[in-house]
């Protein structure tokens, strides 16, 4: 079974389920105001991998990824921009899908919107109210972190080490600057819904907590996000849930950031780069091997030297798909455990690329069937397509590749320099081996 690093307790642990067979995952979604950057890509990227690995070993993955489709975000960029909030939502949200079709992120099982759930936070924030752990304010209903049992469980900071790193709190009506907000109250021409505290929007917070247990239920297995969500968002959430004697997520997990040439990635530094961008320079199957490439817990170095590499390394996967095809022969069963106890270890995706460019090398070498198909098995569990090309040489190109050759052979390098750039002029990607020039699509 999978073990897996749990931010509650700080250490690596058997991720127990709830319900044999059957995974129930929660990951936090895009709050949709703007195109989705790299570290969008590698965080959801992550989490496409590890379903499918669940998926691999035979379990039933339910994955619930949300769309905060209502949030300070995206109603600041409709009053930068004089649009309508709905709008910004309709187009980012359809960017977000985009940019991870691209990556070939497969789709959750929900993408539950937040502005559906409502009526289900409105009962939520009642519930806190009864049981008076939340309270108002002129500007909206808080929750009183105080009043929570082990409220800093994610931070691994007690409360009162919490409160010595705030800085001081600019509203003078919450009990402690920890203390954070279930529900705001609408300033003119913003959207809302009535509730009754008046007219408002709930909390990002709230979003989370309400449409994870509306549609995993209690005590489901494993709630996800990067780092910079683990406190205060993933805290708070768990608060509100705890507050009202749920267990909520049974395990946490988090991931660390996206560097850029050793600089977290952020707009305020510019060095912001859209998904899209990368992808218009580089393929998405070289960014997941890159994601693969490092382990989810230490930052990733997104670099042209990084991606570059990422690139030979899957052309060398390429290269060995077109030159062995998948034939149905038995996989080699010892790699193909070496793999699945990689990946059971904390998801070392690093190990499980090391592996497979192994079997690669195997492959090449030995010409070993039971290596080509273990290969196989790794590059499918993690989600990497392999390109083998529409590679029927037509008789004209076979005749410049023979002519190519034999320009080679006679030393004529101009010659052969010269009809390499019209196979190249004609589509094919010219490569020399010991065998001679080879051609592909
Ligand atoms: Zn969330």
């Known amino acids: 079974m999978l073990r897996l690093h749990d931010t509650a307790i700080g250490q690596v642990r058997e991720l127990s389920l709830r319900e044999p067979g059957k995974v129930s995952l929660y990951v936090c979604g895009p709050t949709v105001y703007d195109v989705p950057h790299i570290g969008h890509g590698r965080s959801y990227l992550l989490y496409d991998v590890l379903v499918r690995f669940l998926e691999w070993t035979g379990l039933q993955v339910d994955h619930v990824r949300n769309i905060t489709d209502i949030e300070d975000k995206i109603i600041n960029r409709a009053n930068e921009t004089g649009r309508d909030p709905a709008d910004i939502v309709a187009e980012f949200e359809k960017s977000f899908y985009d940019a991870m079709d691209l990556l070939g992120v497969k789709r959750p099982t929900h993408d539950p919107h937040a502005t559906d759930y409502v009526d289900h936070m409105l009962d939520l924030i009642g519930r806190l109210a009864e049981r008076d752990l939340a309270y108002e304010t002129s500007d909206g209903v808080y929750l009183d972190t105080g009043a929570v049992e082990g409220y800093g469980l994610l931070a691994q900071q007690s409360l009162d080490d919490l409160q010595a790193g705030e800085r001081v709190e600019v509203n003078e009506e919450k009990r402690s600057p920890l203390d954070f907000v279930l529900w705001k109250k609408a300033k003119p021409g913003e959207p809302s819904w009535?509730?009754?505290?008046?007219?408002?929007?709930?909390?990002?917070?709230?979003?989370?907590?309400?449409?994870?247990?509306?549609?995993?239920?209690?005590?489901?297995?494993?709630?996800?996000?990067?780092?910079?969500?683990?406190?205060?968002?993933?805290?708070?959430?768990?608060?509100?849930?705890?507050?009202?004697?749920?267990?909520?997520a049974r395990h946490w997990m988090h991931h660390a950031f996206v560097d850029v040439g050793g600089v977290k990635m952020s707009k305020s530094l510019h060095n912001f780069t859209s998904v899209v961008d990368l992808l218009e320079r580089h393929d998405a199957r070289a960014y997941r091997l890159l994601v693969l490439r490092s382990h989810y817990r230490s930052p990733m170095e997104v670099t042209p030297d990084t991606i570059g590499d990422a690139e030979k390394g899957l052309d060398r996967i390429d290269e060995f798909a077109r030159r062995f095809p998948r034939d149905g022969a038995a996989p080699d069963a010892d790699a193909v455990d070496r793999f699945r106890a990689a990946m059971e270890d904390d998801l070392n995706t690093p190990a499980a690329v090391a592996l497979l460019f192994d079997l690669v090398r195997k492959a090449n070498s030995d010409r070993d069937s039971a290596a080509v198909a273990a290969a196989y098995v790794v590059l499918d569990a993690l989600g990497l397509d392999v390109r083998q090309g529409d590679d029927e040489v037509d008789e004209a190109t076979a005749a410049l590749v023979s002519a190519r050759d034999e320009a080679r052979r006679t030393r004529d390098f101009a010659a052969a320099d010269r009809i390499r750039d019209e196979l190249q002029a004609l589509g094919w990607v010219v490569k020399d081996t010991a065998e001679g020039t080879q051609v592909h699509r």
């Open 194 to 248: 009535a509730s009754p505290w008046g007219d408002g929007r709930p909390g990002w917070h709230t979003e989370c907590v309400v449409m994870s247990l509306d549609l995993l239920g209690d005590g489901f297995d494993l709630h996800a996000g990067g780092l910079d969500l683990k406190f205060p968002h993933h805290e708070n959430e768990r608060a509100q849930a705890v507050g009202l004697g749920y267990t909520f």
